[in-house]
Nanobody
Framework: QVQLVESGGGLVQPGGSLRLSCAASGFTFSYSPVSWYRQAPGKERELVASIIGGRTTTCADSVKGRFTISRDNAKNLVYLQMNSLKPEDTAVYYC?????????WGQGTQVTVDS
């Protein structure tokens, strides 16, 4: 059974930083793409960043230069380092992978950027 468990969310002031973690199990982690998505209230879920092997892709223009995705294959972890956070980054952040012919999602972790 594929499991994705996010952690690291919380309340942070504008300009602050957070590092989200996604603990993965149940699939061949090292070779699988893993992505971070986010969903703000009243908005559609959007792709933030993906990592495939050692190659990273940041898809959202709004986070380029501020967010970095990375992975530790020895620990089956994917990270999302978020710097210079803005109120518009407030959302539930989800970890995602595609394994065994379907999409898998974690339960999400709330990030709130507010002074």
């Amino acid at each position: 059974q594929v499991q994705l468990v996010e952690s690291g969310g919380g309340l942070v002031q504008p300009g602050g930083s957070l590092r989200l973690s996604c603990a993965a199990s149940g699939f061949t982690f090292s070779y699988s793409p893993v992505s971070w998505y986010r969903q703000a209230p009243g908005k559609e879920r959007e792709l933030v960043a993906s990592i495939i092997g050692g190659r990273t892709t940041t898809c959202a223009d709004s986070v380029k230069g501020r967010f970095t995705i990375s992975r530790d294959n020895a620990k089956n972890l994917v990270y999302l380092q978020m710097n210079s956070l803005k109120p518009e980054d407030t959302a539930v952040y989800y970890c995602n992978t595609n394994a065994y012919g379907r999409q898998w999602w974690g339960q999400g972790t709330q990030v709130t950027v507010d002074s």
